[in-house]
């Protein structure tokens, strides 16, 4: 079944599609408000990628690969699929894994961009328990309204409707959701909430094993966090360096690993 998701991990300007498989007709999700789904054995993921090679060119979309993550009973492996150059066929990509050069034109311009489709090993640094595995699979990201399978409506009440639940959650409309940045309407940091929630959470939470004193999800409290002042593990030499300094962009180091990481972040959730 294909579904969408709220607000898409940044990953380089890949165009994204997303579908999900449940093995058989008896298996059924295990939903939770704010923490991890969890999902039967043989469950799928599948992620395709286009990319642009003018940007804001929809003619001159490319294949890229498509990934599939699968859930076992030992936890979840990924493997990936690189399309030919004509989108016709796509193989298997060797455990290591491979770097593929693009040649883009954005504003007129000619760049090389690397994609990287990564390895197995990478797969699992960022599919971990603790992530739930599925990165996208949850409640604030399923909560939008799509067409699956020709029926519209919020995937959520979709998914409940035909029966893919262990136990039935509430209506959508009184869950939470994830925000896009453009969502002007709702405060800024609802926004970046969202925003850090998808993209650094996986690693940064309680659990994990990423070297670092603040827990990103969207579910817990701002000072829950600890973004506030909270301290660096490397401040570049400067202890005036806090993870967020209200009012001071220039020491707060969350917002500057942001703005130079997302250029070069490739990994996809």
């Given at each position: 079944l294909p579904y969408q998701v709220n607000l898409p991990f940044w990953s380089d300007y890949p165009l994204k599609r997303r579908w999900f498989i449940i093995p058989d007709g008896t298996s059924k999700m295990t939903w939770s408000r704010d923490g991890n789904w969890t999902f039967p054995a043989?469950?799928?993921?599948v992620k395709h990628f286009d990319?642009?090679?003018?940007?804001?060119?929809?003619?001159?979309?490319?294949r890229l690969e498509t990934r599939l993550l699968v859930r076992n009973a030992g936890g979840a492996y990924g493997v990936s699929y690189r399309w030919n150059d004509a989108g016709t066929e796509a193989t298997l990509v060797p455990d290591a894994g491979v770097t593929i050069p693009l040649t883009i034109t954005t504003g007129g311009t000619s760049i090389t961009q690397s994609w990287e489709i990564p390895s197995r090993a990478q797969c699992?640094?960022?599919h971990t328990p603790q992530a739930g595995h599925a990165l996208s699979a949850n409640t604030r990201q399923f909560n939008m309204d799509s067409i699956i399978a020709g029926y519209p409506g919020n995937q959520l009440d979709l998914f409940r409707q035909e029966g893919f639940f262990t136990a039935e959650p509430p209506s959508s409309n009184i869950l939470p959701r994830?925000?896009?940045?453009?969502?002007?309407?709702?405060?800024?940091?609802?926004?970046?909430?969202?925003y850090l929630d998808v993209n650094c959470a996986y690693c940064h939470q309680a659990g994990s094993s990423t070297p670092a004193g603040w827990d990103g999800r969207a579910s817990l409290s701002l000072a829950a966090t600890g973004l506030i002042n909270g301290p660096a593990v490397n401040h570049g030499g400067d202890p005036l360096n806090k993870l967020v300094v209200p009012g001071d962009a220039a020491h707060s180091v969350v917002l500057s690993r942001a703005a130079t990481g997302a250029q070069a972040l490739v990994r996809e959730d």
């Amino acid at each position: 079944l294909p579904y969408q998701v709220n607000l898409p991990f940044w990953s380089d300007y890949p165009l994204k599609r997303r579908w999900f498989i449940i093995p058989d007709g008896t298996s059924k999700m295990t939903w939770s408000r704010d923490g991890n789904w969890t999902f039967p054995a043989g469950q799928i993921w599948v992620k395709h990628f286009d990319m642009e090679l003018t940007r804001g060119a929809p003619a001159t979309r490319k294949r890229l690969e498509t990934r599939l993550l699968v859930r076992n009973a030992g936890g979840a492996y990924g493997v990936s699929y690189r399309w030919n150059d004509a989108g016709t066929e796509a193989t298997l990509v060797p455990d290591a894994g491979v770097t593929i050069p693009l040649t883009i034109t954005t504003g007129g311009t000619s760049i090389t961009q690397s994609w990287e489709i990564p390895s197995r090993a990478q797969c699992l640094i960022c599919h971990t328990p603790q992530a739930g595995h599925a990165l996208s699979a949850n409640t604030r990201q399923f909560n939008m309204d799509s067409i699956i399978a020709g029926y519209p409506g919020n995937q959520l009440d979709l998914f409940r409707q035909e029966g893919f639940f262990t136990a039935e959650p509430p209506s959508s409309n009184i869950l939470p959701r994830h925000l896009r940045p453009d969502e002007m309407d709702f405060p800024v940091e609802a926004r970046v909430r969202s925003y850090l929630d998808v993209n650094c959470a996986y690693c940064h939470q309680a659990g994990s094993s990423t070297p670092a004193g603040w827990d990103g999800r969207a579910s817990l409290s701002l000072a829950a966090t600890g973004l506030i002042n909270g301290p660096a593990v490397n401040h570049g030499g400067d202890p005036l360096n806090k993870l967020v300094v209200p009012g001071d962009a220039a020491h707060s180091v969350v917002l500057s690993r942001a703005a130079t990481g997302a250029q070069a972040l490739v990994r996809e959730d």
